[in-house]
């Protein structure tokens, strides 16, 4: 009797199908597709940690508000260079201890640009006038667009300048708009005050302070004194 060997293969039913392969997912990829889909994942990640290894170099630093050609009213001399005077004096529109800031802690509003003007006589009615480079006036309250504004409007009957005759301009944020500036100061009226009225003018531009003294008398001539510059 003969040992029993391997089991036969069922013999397929006559007329049946042959076996096919498992059917591939509607929309999967090919095998291939996948494996160059596998492979651009891996690129983009080693990509991305080469990336975050590079060095961005910083962006080059704004250069310094310097301005430039500077006109001012025959006879005046300005004052470029800051000396320092001691403590920062209140409403005698200078920048005392040289630190960039005009009255620096005597209540008035400062700005990367700022225009000063201070004078003794009470009751002498002096102007501050400071056009933008639009050539938009500075008033009380309310900013030019380009964002310079006007602190007060002396001397007052209300009593708010308190005999401390100061008016200033400065910009309220940002960055200043480039182009002319025209800073003109102005003798309104003497109201009984004898000529000529001495006016203290500074400028803050940056970080640093300019300053002129003018001499003001109700004349074509002498009534008004301006500066002009380029930023």
């Not at 994942?41 to 250069?63: D, F, H, K, N, Q």
């Not at 640093?208 to 008004?224: F, H, I, N, V």
Request: aromatic share 4%; hydrophobic share 35%.
């Amino acid at each position: 009797m003969r040992s029993p060997g391997p089991p036969r293969r069922a013999r397929r039913a006559r007329g049946a199908a042959p076996p096919t392969k498992a059917p591939r997912r509607p929309g999967a990829p090919p095998l291939a597709a996948r494996a160059a889909l596998g492979a651009a994942r891996v690129a983009t990640s080693l990509a991305l940690l080469l990336a975050g290894c590079i060095e961005v170099p910083p962006p080059p630093p704004t250069p310094p508000l310097e301005p430039k050609d500077l006109k001012v009213s025959e006879g005046v001399g300005l004052e470029i260079a800051c000396t320092p005077t001691g403590v920062e004096l209140c409403f005698d529109a200078r920048d005392n201890n040289c630190n960039g800031v005009i009255d620096e802690g005597c209540g008035l509003h400062t700005g990367i640009l700022q225009f000063t003007i201070a004078w003794e006589e009470p009751d002498a009615d002096v102007d501050l006038n400071v056009y933008d480079p639009a050539g938009e006036l500075a008033r009380v309250g309310e900013p030019t667009a380009s964002g310079l504004m006007k602190d007060r409007d002396c001397p007052r009957a209300s009593g708010e300048c308190q005999d401390q005759n100061v008016e200033n301009v400065y910009l309220t944020e940002g960055e200043p708009a480039r182009g002319r500036y025209r800073v003109v100061v102005r003798l309104e009226k003497l109201n009984g005050e004898a000529a000529p009225i001495r006016v203290n003018l500074s400028a803050r531009v940056g970080h640093r302070s300019y300053g002129m003294a003018l001499d003001l008398s109700p004349s074509a001539a002498a009534e008004e004194k301006s500066i002009e510059f380029t930023l």
